[in-house]
């Protein structure tokens, strides 16, 4: 059967088992857009491309499927690279479809051309330009191949408008073949074996933990190794989840921002068990002085990741679940008593706190969240401030749950995120924890929400001030606050109205729970306008180049 | 610490964007870098000389293998190996230094091939070594111009 580029798109789509793509049209995208008019596809129209890559992202986070998003030639393609950079640098599956010019008109300066494959390289995992129709089917199965396998990432179709119409024999290939693509995913069983018996004869271990262990679905194998260890877990950013929050065994959140007692844990430590996470500088701190007495394993399926940032006594390479199912055939409970007594002292010295008092402050309005959700909600966040008050006090019991730009800390993500986990989980409540300066960034998408009747729930953290920012020319640059100061914001609660979505305004902490609970009951949309505490800083907090255990503000 | 990679990738387009981006995206220098088609005509071959610490060159090549296109990465200098260099060199020359020129030229099996009044081009194929000490004693002559390939190279294998 002869198909035309943009149905052989479309069909191979299906053939993925798509069901739903976030995108916006354009000149060079209209064979697309005609052949979708027919198509069972969900098509989410964003208000912006950004939008469209951060809520693809936000679904495939939320989900585990690959996201997908599609964008015209030229501005469209150029709106889409922060969302794609985003997405690539959390190791997240999306495939973004490009329109481009026809293939005559490529490297002429058309109207609306862009080099998309030359843009992306850096951002992205693998990238086509297809420029026979031919070839179409068989660049879209590698796409999702390579997009969900191994360390995930984004991959880029650019589609020129002439391939798009061009007709062909439509043949969907049942097996990706790459040669030069072949990632391993069963760990070296003689470098496991080594890593069992370092585990037994530590003294301090600490698990430290990463997004990988989420991407793999290792979760339930690494509770029930640390069940059978009692090895204390500490998680970063974009670990969250991977282990339980609320479970004796968990240190919370390492690195900057992280508990001191995961700090302190780590810096004691005699032995580290990485698991899908790549030594961060926001993690390490001062690398020469990260973890001095400890030896490292390192599990990760990227072989790049092993002693990029420091230097890894025993590498394990493939994916985090084969691997630690692989360790609890061998493992022994190491004797580490003592070590538990030191943790606690340290917990109970440095707890992670904020001052209680009677005024509306952030980590109050974050705990409050979590009270009304239960605990079971999807947080998506914004980048700053309140991106690490919702690290610090939602605590995450499940995978897929925290949804945050790690690695590029992308302003604006939060929002157009949460509305892609929301398509992705409908029956999940997806709060955004955002800040008055990062929700403008996407604004537009309250449209979308609205549209698609997406009961996503905004709750801004609002000081008036980009926070994190300010936080540090407080902190670091003698408080001379240049720029920071948000003069000029909306009416949020108009703003939301005028889009059709309910705004609700606190300014009160007895207000707080009463207002959360309006918010849920609301159908819709809900933007909360929290007018916390201006001043409030994040704290512990380690300054640039300093070693992880000299805090700022560990004690409340 | 030099290290010479050969490295097997699919014989399409942009696959020399990924591999050169990477270089210059993750800081790393490289001295030289020969491309051609390999006995597959689907695969071509890139040798790549790079230079740089233990640890950055281990990136190199691993950040290399992450490449989709990219089949297969040989460190050649983990092996005995063969290395070439064809260089063309055109050096200044007069009626007192001609037969000097020429005879160092000889010495080395180096071709000439194009003789002007004032210049000469040399074309001389060799490893490292012979093209440095080459390269050397023509400097005191006044070399004009350098083209250099870069260094193929081959495991003895």
């Known amino acids: 059967m002869k198909l035309t580029g943009a149905k052989i798109l479309i069909e191979s789509l299906k053939k993925q088992g798509i069901e739903v793509m976030f995108g916006y049209p354009g000149g060079v995208v209209l064979p697309i857009f005609d052949a979708l008019y027919d198509s069972d596809i969900k098509f989410i129209l964003t208000r912006h491309e950004q939008g469209a890559a951060h809520a693809a ?36 599956p999306v495939v973004a479809f490009t ?193 001095p007495h400890a030896k490292i394993i390192h599990i990760d399926i990227d072989p790049c990741a092993i002693s990029k940032n420091v230097k890894v006594d025993i590498p394990v390479v493939g994916d985090a679940n084969c691997i630690i199912a692989d360790m609890l055939k061998y493992i022994k409970k190491p004797d580490i008593e003592k070590w538990h007594k030191n943790i606690a002292s340290w917990k109970k010295e440095f707890p992670l706190a904020y001052k209680n008092d009677s005024k509306l402050r952030p980590q109050y309005v974050v705990e409050e969240i979590y009270n009304i959700t239960k ?76 549209s698609n009747k997406l009961p996503v729930k905004i709750a801004i953290l609002n000081n008036g001030c980009l926070g994190m920012v300010r936080q540090w020319q407080e902190l670091f640059y003698k408080k001379r606050y240049s720029h920071v100061i948000l003069e000029g914001c909306p009416d949020f609660i108009k703003l939301a109205e005028s889009y059709g979505a309910t705004g609700i305004r606190i300014t009160k902490k007895q207000d707080v729970k009463k207002a959360l609970k309006r918010a849920l009951k609301i159908k819709g949309p809900v933007l909360m306008d929290f007018r916390v505490e201006p001043g409030e800083n994040v704290f512990p907090m380690v300054a640039i180049g300093q070693p992880i255990n000299k805090m700022i503000g560990a004690l409340a | 610490m030099k290290k010479i990679i050969s490295v097997l990738v699919e014989n399409h387009f942009g696959v020399l964007t ?118 050397k004693k023509m400097k005191p002559f006044g070399l004009i111009e350098i083209v250099r390939t870069g260094r193929i190279a081959m495991g003895r294998k």
């Open chain 1, 57 to 92: 992202d936000g679904y495939a986070r939320a989900t585990g499927k690959v996201g997908v998003c599609l964008a015209t030639s030229g501005p469209g393609a150029t709106n889409l690279l922060t969302g794609l950079a985003t997405a690539n640098m959390d190791s997240v």
């Open chain 1, 99 to 291: 329109g481009q010019v026809k293939t005559t008109l490529i490297g002429n300066d058309a109207f609306q051309e862009v080099d998309v494959t030359g843009l992306t390289r850096p951002i992205s995992k693998h990238n086509y330009l297809v420029k026979d129709v031919k070839n179409l089917a068989t660049v879209i199965k590698n796409a999702f191949h390579i997009a969900s396998t191994g360390r995930p990432g984004v991959v880029v179709v650019d589609l020129p408008v002439d391939i798009q119409m061009q007709e062909t024999d439509f043949h969907y290939p049942e097996k990706a073949e790459i040669r030069g693509y072949n990632p391993t995913c069963k760990g070296h069983i003689g470098q496991i074996k080594k890593a069992v018996k370092l585990i037994a004869d530590s003294k301090k271990p600490v698990l430290y933990v990463g997004g990988g262990v989420i991407i793999s679905g290792a979760s339930e194998k690494l509770r029930e190794f640390v069940e059978k260890t009692e090895i204390p877990v500490t998680m970063t950013l974009m670990g969250l989840g991977a282990f339980p929050g609320t479970h004796e065994l968990s240190l919370g959140m390492l690195g900057m921002h992280g508990t001191a007692y995961a700090n302190h844990a780590i810096q004691e430590s005699d032995l580290i068990i990485a698991v899908g996470a790549r030594f961060d500088d926001r993690v390490t701190g001062k690398i020469d002085e990260f973890a």
């Open chain 1, 375 to 450: 605990g079971k909600a999807i947080i998506t966040t914004e980048v700053g401030q309140n991106q690490m008050w919702a690290a610090q006090f939602y605590k995450c019991d499940s995978p897929r749950q925290f949804i945050s730009s790690g690695g590029l800390g992308t302003m604006g993500y939060g929002f157009p995120a949460a509305i892609g986990a929301q398509m992705g989980c409908p029956k999940k409540t997806v709060f955004d924890i955002a800040g008055d300066g990062s929700i403008q960034m996407n604004i537009q998408e309250l449209t979308t929400a609205v």
């Open chain 2, 18 to 135: 990924h591999a050169a981006g990477l270089f210059s995206a993750r800081g790393f220098n490289i001295d030289s870098l020969a491309v051609g088609e390999t006995e597959d005509p689907t695969i071509s071959r890139m040798t790549i000389v790079a230079e740089g610490d233990e640890k950055t060159l281990e990136q190199v090549k691993k950040q290399l293998n992450r490449l989709i296109d990219v089949i297969k990465v040989i460190d050649l200098t983990e092996e005995d190996f063969l290395d070439r260099e064809l260089v063309l060199a055109k050096v200044r020359i007069d009626d007192k230094n001609r037969s000097e020129i020429l005879q160092i030229a000889d010495t080395f099996q180096a071709k000439i091939d194009d003789t002007k009044k004032e210049t000469v081009v040399i074309e001389i194929t060799g490893d490292e070594d012979k093209i440095k000490s080459f390269i």
